[in-house]
């Protein structure tokens, strides 16, 4: 407030209103968040009149002290101050910042530091002669739970042609300032030549007028329900019974189709209308398959296409033999008839649009080939256009309409929620909008906290650099939105050990990931040594450490890292003002809702069954009596027995698969060969039951044209 010609900053005693009118209360508003106060009483020291009562005078020691009330509109008390200008560091209890530790000194120019110029510049002369005050004070961390420091001087500078008692306030957050100078703003000396381009303050200034409120109200109704006619295209234009998955087949694996594959018919005269969703070339199997003496895996599973009507094996993917085939792209999907051809024999492999399907060299009583002709319409999956719609409407929310942290925030959470459920990994074809919107809720409920842990304390610094954030941040948000493609050549698809065992290069590439992760804490660990947060932060991940292990010790379960765990686990460290930590909220954030939206919210706990997928059991397998040496090869097929071993155990029958198709059920001991073709291989494999529900299968024992036995080999499937 202005001041009478005999304020001297020697005697500063007196009543004095804040002008906030000449204040940065945006900025004043930032500092009190990061101060830990909260948005109720932000908001209510926002919209109040604040006095401070002032008494300036010399305790008995000589020392100058200065003892500040303050009250807010209506008389209502606030904190306060009781300093000494010696410079000593005094703790104390603030009723609205917590513990605190604070000192004062009476300070000229030229003891001020030169990297707060701020604090320095602008007094009158007769202020800058008697001395400034100082007053310097930053947080108890490991009392208060927040990490800052705020260094002011007080004085008289002259504004708008008065003079006036002012403050300058240079507030310190974790690492960086409240607001860090942009990266594109650049201001730099090179051999003695000064090169100034404020690349994104011009920017801001120019598009000021973009962020108005009504303007990004008006923007959101415009995305809706531009999202709504894009989704109605994507999914509600033709029969959701047209709509397939990646994996969907005519036959079952094993003996799933039944004894004579009976409960998978019709096998021919049928006919039937599809649509596949984009993507389905990376869609693979995740266990072996057995396909008569071959076991893919980590493919698609394609049986078949080299004949000159591209027939494949029933049990093929469908979607993935219509790319091999020609009919649809993997980038777009498509629709097209699938015909029921029946009984077929020797299935030839081929190599055909980056898919190789295997062979087959026996008969299969059913398969199909494809008829591109279709009566469907809007067959093309449009994931891709809108990808491009939702990239370019989140850059328009970080580089031009520019609204507040929190409701930037909001808006990123349900973009990147919503776009993967309905379009880069819906949960089935057309998604399934019920368990969208049940597992919405507890997406909001856990974001919320993600953002009082961690974003609320990184966002707002970067308000004044859209460009800069939006590059740090939309990169990687991207990126872990879409982590079943941008990670998709990364081996390892489950953290569990069966699954990292598996497959080839996954251990490597874990070491590898982990490694990064490593950095990238140690990083953030050395922030939180510096800012005091690290004993904070280390109680708490030891604590959830320990009942990770004590979970991980029960009986019958297993620990399972999906998705949205890691980002969890994760975001919290990330919660100080710095560039990578914005980095890695991006990924992170990106990889909780890809996990979320995609997979739904698993528990961290499974059993092993839940974990098997289509795998092997682990069971005993029965043992073939019938072997090389007493098999007679001068008998024709006809006349031929296959025998295996009696009963064992609680298993009460067996099953027996001749060319991946249940032929036998029961408790009998051999099989004949009568009732199959000569001339051809045939792949023998046999399982106990137990209440007509197979075990694990052996490796298939095969007969060979010739009238040749070959053994099975060590295994089961």
């Known amino acids: 407030m202005a001041v009478p010609p005999e304020f001297t900053l020697l005697d500063i005693s007196g009543k004095f209103i804040i002008n906030k009118s000449l204040s940065d209360t945006d900025k004043m508003d930032q500092i009190l968040s990061l101060q830990g106060v909260g948005w109720l009483k932000r908001k209510a020291i926002g919209a109040a009149t604040v006095t401070l009562n002032v008494k300036h005078y010399k305790n008995d020691d000589g020392k100058e002290c200065i003892d500040i009330d303050q009250t807010l509109t209506g008389g209502i008390p606030g904190t306060r101050e009781e300093r000494i200008l010696d410079n000593t560091e005094r703790a104390k209890e603030d009723s609205l910042f917590g513990a605190v530790i604070a000192k004062s000194r009476r300070v000229v120019i030229a003891d001020i530091e030169e990297s707060n110029a701020f604090l320095a510049d602008d007094w009158v002369p007769a202020a800058v002669e008697q001395g400034l005050i100082q007053a310097i004070a930053s947080s108890d961390t490991p009392k208060s739970g927040t990490t800052w420091r705020g260094n002011q001087t007080w004085g008289v500078e002259e504004v708008q042609g008065e003079k006036r008692y002012a403050r300058h306030v240079y507030f310190v957050g974790p690492k960086e300032e409240i607001t860090p100078p942009p990266l594109l703003d650049i201001d730099i000396t090179i051999k003695g030549r000064h090169f100034v381009a404020p690349i994104e303050s011009t920017f801001i200034r120019r598009t000021r007028f973009l962020t108005s409120p ?64 984009a993507q389905c070339q990376s869609v693979t199997l995740a266990n072996p398959r057995s396909v008569g003496d071959e076991r893919p895996v980590f493919v698609p599973l394609i049986v078949g296409g080299g004949d000159a009507n591209r027939t ?18 993997n980038s777009k999907g498509g629709c097209a008839t699938l015909v029921q051809t029946g009984n077929f024999t020797n299935y030839l492999p081929f190599t055909q649009n980056g898919l190789t399907s295997v062979g087959f060299p026996t008969v299969f009583p059913s398969s199909y080939h494809f008829d591109p002709t279709t009566s469907l319409k809007h067959c093309e999956d449009i994931r891709d256009p809108v990808l491009a719609f939702n990239v370019i409407a989140t850059c328009i929310l970080f580089l031009l309409l520019r609204p507040k942290p929190i409701v930037l925030y909001w808006c990123m959470i349900c973009i990147g929620y919503w776009h993967i459920f309905f379009w880069s ?16 809720l507890p997406t909001l409920f856990i974001a919320y906290g993600l953002w009082r842990c961690a974003i ?12 800069e954030s939006a590059i740090w941040f939309l990169a990687t948000f991207w990126t872990g939105v879409l982590a079943n493609v941008t990670l998709d050549k990364i081996p390892i698809d489950r953290l569990i050990a069966s699954d990292l065992r598996k497959r080839a290069g996954a251990i490597s ?54 998705h949205y765990i890691i980002g969890i686990i994760l975001l919290p460290v990330t919660a100080f003002p710095t560039r990578p930590s ?15 939206a995609g997979y739904s919210l698993d528990s961290i706990l499974q059993t092993l069954d839940e974990l098997r997928r289509d795998d092997i059991f682990g069971s005993t397998i029965p043992t073939f009596v019938t072997n090389s040496t ?10 031929q027995f296959v025998f295996w071993e009696e009963l064992s155990g609680d298993w009460d029958g067996f099953s027996v698969l001749v060319d991946d ?57």
Not at 428 to 438: A, C, K, V, Y
Not at 582 to 596: M, P, S
Not at 630 to 639: H, V
């Open 425 to 440: 990994q819906p949960r089935s074809s057309p998604p399934p909008i019920s368990d969208g919107f049940g597992d919405f």
């Open 582 to 596: 914005l980095i890695y909220q991006g990924f992170l954030l990106g990889l909780f809702l890809q996990g979320d």
């Open 456 to 467: 609320r304390f990184t966002w707002p610094v970067f308000q004044k650099a859209p460009i």
């Open 312 to 329: 494949y094996r029933a049990d093929s993917f469908i979607c993935a033999a219509a790319i091999q085939a020609g009919i649809i792209s």
């Open 214 to 277: 009504w303007l990004f109200c008006i923007l959101v109704v415009g995305y809706v329900i531009g999202l709504s006619f894009l989704t109605r295209a994507q999914w509600f234009l033709i029969p959701s019974e047209s709509f397939i998955t990646c994996t969907s087949t005519y036959w079952l694996a094993n003996g799933g189709c039944g004894l004579d594959g009976s409960d998978c018919a019709p096998f021919d005269n049928s006919s039937f209308e599809f649509r596949c969703p």
């Open 509 to 562: 590439s874990l070491i590898i990931i982990i490694l990064v992760v490593l950095v990238a804490v140690l990083n953030q660990a050395r922030i939180m040594r510096k800012t005091g947060w690290i004993f904070f932060y280390a109680k708490w991940y030891i604590f959830g450490g320990l009942i990770v292990l004590i979970l991980a010790l029960l009986p019958g379960f297993q620990i399972r890292l999906h």
């Open 630 to 639: 007493n098999w007679n090869t001068t008998r024709a097929l006809a006349e």
């Open 661 to 717: 198709v249940e032929r036998y059920v029961g408790t009998a001991t051999n099989l004949s060969m009568a009732a199959f073709a000569a001339g051809v291989p045939h792949f023998i494999r046999i399982a106990f039951t137990s209440t007509s529900q197979p075990g694990d299968y052996t490796m298939p024992a095969i007969i060979w044209p010739n009238g040749t036995w070959q053994e099975p080999e060590p295994g089961s499937t």
